[in-house]
C-alpha cells in the first residue's frame, strides 16, 4: 500500500468520525441558539455573521504563514472540540460565532486541500463525492435520529459532551494522515477565468439554506426534534445513495460543466417544492431533488481541482471560502427578512432564483477553460512565467 493509499484511508476514517459527530449534534445547533440560549433569529444571525466573516479570512493568514497547511485539519479538530465545549459555558453570539468560524475555518480548507492532492482528474470528482458528501450522508443516516432521541431524554449538554469525546477520537486517527509541505506561499491565477470561479462560489454560498432556515423548516413541519432528526436522517440515506454514482459518472464522461448546470436546475426545483411542502414525509421525498443537486454540484469543485497545477491549491481553497464568505453574508439579508415572520416560501422562492444565476457563469468559464493551454489556468501565471 502507498503512502497516500494510506493517508486516504486515514482521511477517510477520520472524516466519518467527524462528520458522524458533526450530524449528531450540529444539526441541532440552530436549534439549541433559539430554544437553549433563546437567542431568536437577530442572536443567531450574529453568530452567523461572524462565523462567515471568520471562515472567509482564516484560512487566508494561515495558507500565508504556515507551510503545513493540510495538517491545520487535526487543528481544526480539536477547534471544533473547543467550540463544543465553548457552547455549554458561553452565550455570548460574537464569541460563538468567532469559535465556531475559527473551527470551521481551519477544518474545512485542509480538507479540500487533500482531497485535491489525494486524487487524481479521472477520479477527483468520486472520491471527492465520497468523502464529501457519501461519507457524511452515510454517518447521517443515523446519527441525526440518535441526537434527536439524546436531546429529548437527556438534553443539549449531554449531546455536546459526547461530540466532545467522539472529536477528540477523529483527531487521534488524523495524526495517522501523512501531510506534505507547501512548496508554494499563497499564489492565486490573474485571469478572467478564475475570476469567474469566485463568482460563482458567491452565488452557491448566497443559495445555501442549511446553516439556519432548512433546519427550523423541518422542525417546524416535523414538530419534535426527534422527528426533525428521524427527516434529516432518511434524506441523508437518499442523498448518500446518490452520489457515488453520479459523480463516477462525471470522471469517466468528464461532463463537469454540464453537471453543475444540472445541479443549478435541481437546487431551483427544490428550492420552489420546499414553498408547497407541508409533511414530514414530503421532505423525505424532495430530498432526491437535493441530493441529485448536491451529487451533481460537487463536479463543479472537482472541476475547480483539475483546472489548476498542485501549487496553487492550496491559495484557490482559501479564496473560494473567501467566494462563500460574501455570498453567506449576503444570504442574512433575506434571512432577516423573511425568517422572523416564518415567510419560508419566499426566502426559498429567492434562493431559488439565486441558484439558477451561476448557469451562464459556468458556460463562460469553459469557455475560457478550452482557450487556455492544456486546460491549466494556472500557466499563465506561474513563477516561472508561463
Known sequence: MSLDESS??????????????????????????????????????????????????????????????????????????????????????IILGLAYGVSLATFWPSFNLLQFRLSETKERAVLISLLSVAIPGI???????IGGFIIEQYGFIYLFTISIILFLASFA????????????????????????????????????????????????????????GLVIAASSLIIALLNI????????????????????????AWYFALGFASSALQLVFLSVLSGLAAAFALSWFAYYGDSFPREYHASILVMMEVGFMAGRITNLIPTYIFMPSHDYASYFGVLGVVSLLPMPLYLMCAKNLRKTPNNQLGHETTPSGR
Do not use: C
Open 8 to 93: 486516504t484511508k486515514m482521511l477517510a476514517v477520520t472524516v466519518m468520525i467527524f462528520f458522524f459527530t458533526i450530524s449528531l449534534s450540529g444539526t441541532f445547533l440552530p436549534i439549541y441558539f433559539n430554544e437553549a440560549l433563546r437567542m431568536g433569529i437577530p442572536g443567531i444571525v450574529v453568530i452567523l455573521f461572524f462565523t462567515f466573516i471568520t471562515i472567509g479570512l482564516i484560512p487566508l493568514l494561515t495558507v500565508k504563514i504556515t507551510k503545513h497547511f493540510e495538517r491545520i485539519i487535526s487543528v481544526g479538530i480539536i477547534l471544533t472540540l473547543l467550540f463544543y465545549t465553548a457552547l455549554i459555558y458561553v452565550k455570548n453570539p
Open 139 to 145: 454517518a447521517g443516516i443515523v446519527s441525526p435520529a
Open 245 to 268: 454514482g453520479i459523480n463516477r459518472l462525471s470522471d469517466i464522461k468528464g461532463s463537469r460543466v454540464g453537471f453543475a448546470i444540472i445541479s443549478s436546475v435541481l437546487y431551483a
Open 173 to 228: 486517527v488524523s495524526l495517522r494522515i501523512r501531510f506534505k509541505p507547501e512548496k508554494q506561499k499563497f499564489l492565486v491565477p490573474k485571469n478572467s477565468a478564475f475570476k469567474i470561479f469566485m463568482l460563482t462560489f458567491a452565488l452557491l454560498g448566497l443559495s445555501e439554506s442549511y446553516w439556519l432556515a432548512y433546519p427550523f423548516f423541518v422542525l417546524s413541519i416535523s414538530s419534535t426534534i426527534v422527528s426533525m
